[in-house]
């Protein structure tokens, strides 16, 4: 696959050969319907170094190189444009969804990039902050991205981005923060707006959405897509969920020696706490010569 080869290859590109490389990876269906001189024109760069392009990474000229991008657009489309076939089966209906969701996972798997992984570990666990935005049904899903971070001990809280609380988080947020905006619907307008402050003030902005087109892919200054395409036309959460535990897993194992030693310090805490629950629990044993009970007298009185 040409994206395999490209990113073998892209450390030792030339700087025009990266320009190219680049392109294609993130505009591959606008790439799809161009030939070696519209790409040339559109890039600003030599239609002779297109055509080395193709040929560096082992192609015979750049149409096999767009013959292999455009099957790829072609089986995407075909992915995303498949009608639902609804039946009176429950069971069938599941089953469609299923492979639907394997195919956005599949989907996410290829547009996902390396780098950006990279950066987005990098800035994001050496943030002095950072701010989760999420709104509608997306809220919860921004709620536990969040308490996954604070459990890292990255200094992380969500918020639903109404004014006031967009307000409040961006005006304390500076060049060593983060914000992260998550959508699961292309509606999501507020969550675009609080990413665009937030790039005002010079913060690292990620979004994370189902689709390169909506608001938020282009509010913010890395996109991340979890491809969002539900048999049922309602939020379809798998792809984006998937997406989150990807980073965070790749997060924890980037600060690995921070982790073990939060472990660490939490079990011996663990320990003590239980032990002083189980100590507070046990019975005092009553001593025989100094808790005995008063002896009454012929008096009726204790002696």
Known sequence: MYRDQIRQAYDGLSP??????????????????????????????????????????????FPELLGEIRSEVQDDLQRYTQPSEFTADPASVALAALRREINNLELMERSLKPRDVNKFVEKVANATRVVVAAEGSGGAIGQLFAQQLNSMGINAHAISPSPAAVAAAVSALSETDVMIGIAETSICQDVAHALRLGRERNVFTVGIAGSTTWPVATAAEMLMTAPNTSAIRTPDFPALMTLLSTLYQALWVATQEQQLAREKSYRAMLRSFTR????????????????????????????
């Open 16 to 61: 025009s050969f990266q320009v190219l490389a680049k392109f294609l990876l993130d505009h591959t269906y606008e790439a799809a319907f161009m030939n070696a001189s519209q790409l040339a024109v559109h890039l600003d760069v030599d239609p002779a170094t297109v055509v080395r392009f193709a040929q560096r990474l082992g192609y015979p000229g």
């Open 276 to 303: 002083l629950r189980n100590d507070e629990a046990q019975p005092e044993v009553p001593n025989r010569m100094t808790d005995r009970p008063p002896q009454a007298n012929g008096l009726g009185m204790g002696v």
